[in-house]
């Protein structure tokens, strides 16, 4: 078992930045994908950013050189650097991790947090 703790969510104007973070604990070793996805309402979970276990990084195009994936040294700890913002990112945000994956298809993904939402306005 693997539970996943989200924070850093909150709201900020156009323009602006925040971070998340997501604290694994439990049986982290079988760990080798960890993700951020988001969604809004009457929407599709749709994968935002993984990173793998040799460090490879993936985005969505909407995201790219917006956001950043990094994870700490221990790798227990995951982050999603969020900057320059719109208010199409505005969404619960969710990280997922698993021990092997297709890096953005959220089937591949076993364990979720309880998300942390991310508002951003106009």
């Known amino acids: 078992q693997v539970q996943l703790v989200e924070s850093g969510g909150g709201s900020t104007q156009s323009g602006g930045s925040l971070r998340l973070s997501c604290a694994a604990s439990g049986y982290t070793v079988s760990i080798y994908c960890m993700a951020w996805f988001r969604q809004v309402p009457g929407k599709e979970r749709e994968g935002v950013a993984a990173i793998v276990g040799d460090g490879r990084a993936y985005y969505a195009d909407s995201v790219k050189g917006r956001f950043t994936i990094f994870q700490d040294s221990a790798k227990k700890t995951l982050y999603l650097q969020l900057n320059s913002l719109k208010p199409e990112d505005t969404a619960m945000y969710y990280c997922?991790?698993?021990?092997?994956?297709?890096?953005?298809?959220?089937?591949?993904?076993?364990?979720w947090g309880q998300g942390t939402q991310v508002t951003v306005s106009s």
């Open positions: 997922a991790t698993a021990p092997y994956c297709r890096p953005m298809e959220k089937n591949q993904y076993n364990y």
